[in-house]
């Protein structure tokens, strides 16, 4: 399997990442889970904060080809 075919094999569906955010189960992102899925998908050491590097991988998703770039 080719790296690329293995990082799209890796990276969640938009099914699996709504399940993760729903915290509660009632089948909507309410603003708290929004911002708890958002700040816990950076968050990668689980430190309460966002540090440069794991602000950088976000700048990386918000800008162009990145995650949010749809
Ligand atoms: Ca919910
Ligand atoms: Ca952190």
New binding site residues.
Partial sequence: MSAFALALSAAPAAADIFGDWDADGDAGINEGELNQGVFGSY?????????ET?FGDLDDDLGDHGLFDL
């Fill in positions: 968050d990668r050491d689980e430190s309460g904060e966002i540090d794991e």
